[in-house]
């Protein structure tokens, strides 16, 4: 299959629909001794496939989620099935190859974040470390709407880090935009 060199939520609808879930995070049996993460029914019953889904490869498990939020959700119902018996490896985000250019393409996030007023130097400051720069600030008496797109590379562990530094005050949408080009990659790396 080939993609065009930007792939749009439209253009998206041809995709398998895991790659509508670009946050990955493999999980791994602490002990060798472990059984693992056990048969796939019990794991299908576990994920909530319009935010995450959890998968078994081998004795390992993958988490495929739609949003830094929706990755901590599946964490907590791993923790909760299997206790202190897993461990999760670092989060990355899902590149797809368009087999006709060659191109990797990676995915875009749309982000809103509505907080309180009094959080506006520290919530664009976590933006520019991220290098997401803001593309609307829309402030209102009380509270401040930042919009901006950025890749998920930049932007995962974002969501709990507003959400810690706000103390749940902020409201957080990211939601999947678009594959498109990623800058200086090449397809080993993907």
Known sequence: ??????????????????????LRQVVRAKHSTAKGLGDWRRLDGL????????????????ILARDGLSLAEAQVVLRNAYGRSIDFAPPTAHRVIDHATGAVLEPMMFLRVDAPRAYRQELLQ???????????????????????EAPL?????????????????????CRLSRYSPAPRANVEEA
């Open 126 to 148: 976590m933006l520019v470390q991220r290098s997401a720069e803001a593309s609307e600030i829309a402030p209102g008496r009380n509270r401040i709407v930042v919009r901006t």
């Open 47 to 62: 994920s909530r496939p319009d935010r995450f889904r959890i998968l078994r490869h081998g004795p390992e498990g993958q």
């Open 1 to 22: 299959m080939s993609f065009p060199v930007t792939l749009t939520l439209d253009d998206m609808n041809a995709f398998d629909t895991l790659d509508r879930l670009p």
């Open 153 to 173: 590379a930049c932007l995962i562990g974002l969501e709990q880090q507003v959400l810690e530094r706000t103390d749940g005050a902020a409201q957080i949408v």
